[in-house]
């Protein structure tokens, strides 16, 4: 048996800010917001509204609300039961994920790995 993953806590909406607040302070013209501050933001989503988050981060409401339901698409996908044997010999699997990006595999492949890799 695998151990358990322990979860990290989420920031608190205090220290999201301060971190975009710094980032404010240290960027250089246009820069795009990173990645890594708009996933503290979409992980405030988890217990605030996006409205909310999107006001008190000054965000734009639009964009968060998108990458907020992009996180969640994967929570919509279906089980499926595979055989092994099925997918040790010759098979195709087709994923998208909720942003539209597309995978489409042929052959004999390790699916758990597949996915979880694209979906991560």
Same mark, same amino acid.
Do not use: Y
């Given at each position: %048996? @695998?151990?358990?993953?322990?979860? =990290?806590? +989420?920031?608190?909406?205090?220290e &999201?800010?301060?971190?975009?607040?710094?980032?404010?302070?240290?960027?250089?013209?246009?820069? #795009? *917001?990173?990645?890594? @501050?708009?996933?503290?933001? &979409?992980?405030?989503t988890?217990? +605030?509204?996006?409205?909310?988050?999107?006001r008190?981060?000054h @965000?734009? +409401?639009?964009?968060?609300?998108? =990458?907020?339901?992009?996180?969640?698409?994967?929570?919509?996908?279906?089980? *499926?039961?595979?055989? #092994?044997?099925?997918?040790?010999?010759?098979?195709?699997?087709? %994923?998208?994920? #909720?942003?539209?990006? =597309? %995978?489409?595999?042929?052959?004999?492949?390790? &699916?758990?790995? @597949?996915?979880?890799?694209?979906?991560?």
């Amino acid at each position: %048996m @695998l151990p358990a993953r322990r979860k =990290r806590p +989420h920031p608190s909406v205090e220290e &999201v800010q301060a971190l975009f607040e710094r980032w404010r302070k240290e960027k250089k013209g246009r820069d #795009p *917001i990173p990645s890594s @501050l708009w996933e503290a933001a &979409v992980s405030l989503t988890d217990e +605030h509204t996006v409205n909310r988050v999107a006001r008190f981060l000054h @965000l734009n +409401h639009t964009e968060l609300k998108s =990458r907020s339901t992009a996180c969640r698409g994967s929570d919509n996908v279906a089980f *499926i039961e595979l055989d #092994p044997i099925t997918v040790a010999t010759e098979c195709t699997i087709e %994923m998208e994920k #909720p942003t539209g990006e =597309r %995978m489409r595999v042929r052959g004999a492949c390790n &699916v758990a790995g @597949l996915v979880r890799e694209f979906f991560r």
